[in-house]
T-cell receptor, first 109, second 114 residues
Framework: SQQGEEDPQALSIQEGENATMNCSYK?????LQWYRQNSGRGLVHLIL?????REKHSGRLRVTLDTSKKSSSLLITASRAADTASYFC?????????FGTGTRLTIIP | EPEVTQTPSHQVTQMGQEVILRCVPI?????FYWYRQILGQKVEFLVS????????KSEIFDDQFSVERPDGSNFTLKIRSTKLEDSAMYFC????????????FGDGTRLSIL
């Protein structure tokens, strides 16, 4: 897959269900970050997982990292209508972030 | 909570003109970045800036582009002789430390080249 590719590209689920998004990357990383973007707005940082970590939690978010497979997943539990947005993973090298193509998440009330 | 602010929110410019996009990073941050997002595409890194100089830049950031921190608060991106393909959202970001720290993004400037 290409550098920083999310899977699926689009996901629609019912409110209350869990949403899982996957990301792959190519280069070595210091950390892997997930961001949310509401339409026409900036990127909001959600969670950062370091290269020596395998799993991290923050509220309803759970992120995993598998450096051997160069992949990460983001799980949003008990989804809400306000979670509707695009979600991007970003592979962090020394300074720059390399973003994936994003998953467009729609929560159906 | 401190925010990164960008002005203007929307800039319309004739092709060939110069444009300056402005950003005020979070005050105690030391690393500054510009990214762009062409409509419907992924966010792309342009340049990073630390200690008053460019620390890394992408292939996109050619001689048409320049960055400056003219005073203690502003961080600007100048695009000379704009082209139609420069139309995009431009995001500024900053963080305290380049390693293992999240980058904080502004809401972006939508640049439309006519």
């Amino acid at each position: 897959s290409q550098q920083g590719e999310e899977d699926p590209q689009a996901l629609s689920i019912q409110e209350g269900e869990n949403a899982t998004m996957n990301c792959s990357y190519k280069t070595s990383i210091n950390n892997l970050q997930w961001y949310r973007q509401n339409s026409g707005r900036g990127l909001v940082h959600l969670i950062l997982i370091r290269s020596n970590e395998r799993e991290k939690h923050s509220g309803r978010l759970r992120v995993t990292l598998d450096t051997s497979k160069k992949s990460s997943s983001l799980l949003i539990t008990a989804s809400r209508a306000a979670d509707t947005a695009s979600y991007f993973c970003a592979a962090a090298g020394n300074e720059k972030l390399t973003f994936g193509t994003g998953t467009r998440l729609t929560i159906i009330p | 909570e401190p925010e990164v602010t960008q002005t203007p929110s929307h800039q319309v410019t004739q092709m060939g003109q110069e444009v300056i996009l402005r950003c005020v990073p979070i005050s105690n941050h030391l690393y500054f970045y510009w990214y762009r997002q062409i409509l419907g595409q992924k966010v792309e890194f342009l340049v990073s800036f630390y200690n008053n100089e460019i620390s890394e830049k992408s292939e996109i950031f050619d001689d048409q582009f320049s960055v400056e921190r003219p005073d203690g608060s502003n961080f600007t991106l100048k695009i000379r002789s704009t082209k139609l393909e420069d139309s995009a959202m431009y995001f500024c970001a900053s963080n305290k430390d380049s390693s293992n720290q999240p980058q904080h993004f502004g809401d972006g400037t939508r640049l439309s080249i006519l």
